[in-house]
């Protein structure tokens, strides 16, 4: 057992959306999934001006943002078994 494995549960946990995404949602959490680098300002505010609030866009960031991290990890440590 890793000293991490407390931390990466709870995270597994944070990362599980509390309701899903709307479907306005779906291109902008695909670009924070496959390439979060390329995520602009414009993104952001196209969500904003289709109504959604920054929390409700910060939430569904963060939570696609660590299950994405948290797959590459699985794939990392599968590598290594």
């Known amino acids: 057992m890793s000293r991490y494995d407390e931390l990466i549960s709870e995270l597994r946990e944070a990362a599980q959306p ?5 479907p306005e949602f779906a291109a902008y959490l695909e670009k924070v999934r496959r390439a979060a680098y390329t995520v602009t300002d414009d993104d952001v505010q196209a969500l904003k001006d289709a109504g959604f609030s920054e929390d409700e866009i910060f939430e569904q960031t963060v939570s696609t943002a660590v299950a994405a991290g948290l797959e590459r990890l699985d794939a990392g440590l599968e590598a290594l078994e």
Do not use: F, T, Y
């Not at 509390?18 to 709307?22: C, G, I």
């Open 18 to 22: 509390r309701r899903e995404a709307p």
